[in-house]
């Protein structure tokens, strides 16, 4: 059995939280006790039903306000699978918390209220996800059951929609007319749409494939941690700890470390008490090389014959996350993998506006901006560019004098 | 190409022991809240798993609240003896005999809330600047909103509402002095992934997790052993039950529910068909919609 991670987008009370409670409840993962809070709350729908929203709006600023302020993880799993939803808020000013769920997600669920179409957020939230090169997209336009389940208004949406999908490039998108109150569309499907021939969402889910698995051929190892015991009967023992962030590294694989450029060779690999013959992505193990090089935290071990890029000055995507806007005098830290160095925005290329997506100079940079810049670091970075391999394309910037983190990077090219 | 299984409980772990190696990486004194309950017992074997054949970079931390379960005692300091690690004991007695917190009085009392105060004061003697729990995002609604690295101000207080972006796997472990990072690598693991982990891992747990007989008296609808620690009067009938505990804390504060099952299967199969929460079986948790969460503000694990 493996996992789906996935997440919920969309403008402030698209009906994301209903959504997930609905999944949730029609899928009998809501266990009697909670089931129990949710009655006695005093939060109602307007009709006396349990609103679904408040199982993953857990806080009390959520609950008083109605509305979701920060990420909420939920889990359930059906026979087919697991999954893991991020139940992300819509506001804008929670635009970093909803970055937060979508980065690790491998599906967006995209929530549009009927009677609204595509608004604001929509354009933003499905930008995000264009950027975060999330790989499947799900469109829920919701709230069906406020506009007589129409096919028209249904067909009108997804019209307007496939035009910004087409304009970000989302290759594969998925419709469905849902409501979430009701639980149409949503575990079965509805009696009340009998014009859409589509499966239910939970249907969908369970089958979309995840490719968790990194079938790159790019394989990389940040070393994490060095472990050296220094007891007598393993003085000479040094193996290298990390998470294999793409690829596979098989005993005898030339490899090379970076940022020294030191060229060795697999010459163990260990996982607690199992010595296999490879490491996949994924994997955390330790590997053991055949010479003796100088290694510590924060270098990276690579396959030889497939480098990744090297640079002190890199084009990257940004996206703002505080409310102290970015400073181009001063020194952040980027934090890439196991490596932090500090580094400084040289130049911000363009910033896009979220309403019309067009590029515009900018010489400033707020909270939820997003656009291109140049990143400037005192040690070179060993990087690979997002679009081939998320997990050594990524990076956060860190506000040294706050400690905050305050941007998402994602590599789109080394600068010569 | 080759291919490969990783199924869900291979990746979790791989998570799980990514995350305890950025805590060895990025602090300077982290440490291990043990508090001999399953979830504690697991991130145990993630650590051996993570550090294996070297030395854990951190100790284990108990915060003792003297109202524990026999087996619990016994069986920590055989885990302790059978790994060679060290262990700290941080005691609630101590404190309240330094008369920093005072006993609770009356039926329901517990030394549940008074154990922040004990950990906060642990956490502050040995500077330690990132305290590793085994807190899952399934247990609650509160923490199903916590990130894996969650900051914690010089009182040991989390704000929900000024928690730092989290992306993809990189974890921002920089805090000013005073503050420290409490860090939860089995977050996004559910109770019945804890157990099949035991299960396929094998790993050895305390005896009162399975079948066996005890006096208990019914407290709120509840099942609670009969201990010293609970304040019991005339009302209270002691009867004996065949019982095991779901989850593992304070006496006074920890509901046994009523099952026959002594093999690690028969849990698995009784969690399965389980319609009661895990968090069902505190006390803790009952008094009011927003008690974990504000605990946690408060500087509860
Ligand atoms: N009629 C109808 N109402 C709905 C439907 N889905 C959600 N709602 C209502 O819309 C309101 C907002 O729902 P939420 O689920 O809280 O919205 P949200 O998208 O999570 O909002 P934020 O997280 O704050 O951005 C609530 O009153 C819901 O009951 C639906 O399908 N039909
Ligand atoms: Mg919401």
Redesign the pocket.
Same mark, same amino acid.
């Given at each position: 059995m493996n996992i789906l991670k996935f997440f /919920?987008a969309?403008?402030?009370?698209?009906?994301?939280?209903?959504?997930?409670?609905r999944l949730l409840y029609d899928t009998d993962s809501i266990l009697a006790d909670q089931l129990e809070a949710l009655q006695s709350s005093n939060r109602k729908?307007?009709d006396g039903t349990i609103?679904?929203?408040i199982l993953?709006?857990g806080l009390r600023a959520?609950r008083e306000q109605?509305?979701?302020?920060d990420v909420a993880y939920k889990y359930f799993q059906t026979e087919k699978r697991k999954f893991i939803i991020a139940? /992300?808020?819509?506001?804008i000013q929670y635009t970093r918390n909803m970055v937060t769920g979508a980065s690790t997600a491998n599906l967006a669920i995209i929530?549009i209220?009927a009677r609204n179409g595509v608004v604001e957020q929509t354009i933003r939230h499905s930008y995000i996800v264009s950027l975060l090169g999330i790989k499947h997209v799900v469109v829920c336009i919701?709230?069906?059951?406020?506009v007589d389940y129409s096919e028209t208004v249904y067909s009108a949406i997804i019209e307007k929609y496939k035009v910004l999908a087409q304009q970000l490039k989302l290759a594969d998108v998925t419709y469905i007319p849902?409501?979430?109150?009701?639980g149409?569309n949503i575990v079965q499907n509805s009696g009340n749409m009998d014009w859409y021939e589509g499966e239910s969402l939970l249907h969908f889910l369970e089958k979309v494939d995840t490719d968790n698995l990194d079938k790159s051929q790019l394989a990389r190892m940040p070393v994490q941690w060095v472990i050296r015991p220094q007891t007598e009967e393993l003085h000479d023992y040094r193996g290298y700890a990390g998470r294999v962030l793409s690829g596979t590294f098989n005993l005898n694989d030339k490899v090379t470390v970076l940022p020294s450029g030191a060229s060795s060779t697999v010459e163990k690999i260990e996982f607690f008490d199992q010595t296999p013959d490879a490491a996949h992505a994924g994997q955390s193990v330790i590997i053991h090389l055949k010479d003796d090089v100088d290694i510590s935290r924060g270098d990276t071990i690579v396959n030889a014959s497939a480098l990744p890029q090297e640079s002190k000055l890199i084009e990257a995507d940004l996206c703002w996350m505080d409310g102290r806007a970015l400073d181009t005098s001063i020194m952040y830290n980027i934090q890439h993998n196991s490596k932090i160095t500090r580094c400084k925005i040289s130049e911000i290329l363009h910033k896009v506006d979220i309403n019309t997506l067009e590029k515009h100079a900018a010489d400033e940079f707020k909270l939820n901006d997003i656009g291109r810049v140049i990143i400037k670091t005192a040690d070179a970075l060993a990087f690979d560019l997002y679009d081939d391999n998320r997990a050594n394309g990524s990076a956060i910037l860190v506000d040294t004098r706050t400690n905050l983190t305050v941007g998402a990077l994602m590599f789109r090219a080394a600068v010569e | 190409m080759s291919t490969y299984n990783f199924d869900y409980l291979d990746e979790l772990e791989a998570e799980a022991i990514h995350i305890l190696r950025e805590v060895a990486g990025q602090f300077e004194k982290p440490a291990l809240l043990f508090s001999g309950g399953k979830d504690s017992i697991t991130l145990v074997r993630l650590a051996e798993k993570a550090f294996r054949p070297g030395k854990f970079p951190f100790p284990l931390v108990h915060i003792d609240t003297g109202h524990n379960f026999e087996e619990t005692i016994s069986y920590r300091d055989q885990m302790v003896e059978r790994i060679g690690e060290k262990l700290i004991i941080g005691s609630v007695q101590e404190s309240i005999d330094q008369g920093k917190v005072v006993e609770q009085t009356g039926k329901n009392a517990s030394r549940n809330a008074l154990q922040t105060v004990t950990l906060l004061d642990t956490i502050a003697k040995y500077q330690f600047d990132a305290c590793i729990g085994g807190a899952r995002r399934d247990e609650e609604k509160a923490r199903a909103k916590e990130r894996i690295f969650s900051v914690r101000d010089e009182f040991g207080q989390w704000d929900p509402k000024r928690q730092r972006p989290e992306l993809w796997n990189i974890y921002n472990g920089k805090i000013h002095k005073g503050e420290n990072i409490r860090v939860f690598p089995i977050s996004n693991w559910t109770e019945l992934d804890v157990w099949n982990y035991i299960r396929r891992e094998k790993i050895d747990l305390p005896s009162i997790y399975f079948s066996h007989e005890r006096d208990c008296i019914t407290r709120n609808g509840q099942l609670m052993a009969a201990s010293p620690f609970l304040n019991m009067d005339d009302e209270d009938v002691v009867e004996r039950k065949q019982v095991r505990f779901r989850t593992v804390g304070d006496m006074s504060c920890t509901a046994a529910v009523e099952s026959d099952a002594t093999l690690i299967d028969d849990i698995i199969s009784e969690i399965s068909a389980s319609k009661i929460s895990e968090r069902g079986a505190r006390m803790d948790d009952k008094v009011s919609e927003a008690a974990m969460e504000d605990r946690k503000k408060g500087g509860y694990f």
């Open positions: /919920t969309g403008s402030v009370d698209d009906g994301k939280s209903t959504l997930i409670g729908n307007d609103d679904l929203a993953t709006d959520e109605g509305i979701t302020i139940d /992300t808020p819509g506001h929530l209220d919701n709230k069906m059951d406020m849902v409501s979430a109150l009701k149409d | -």
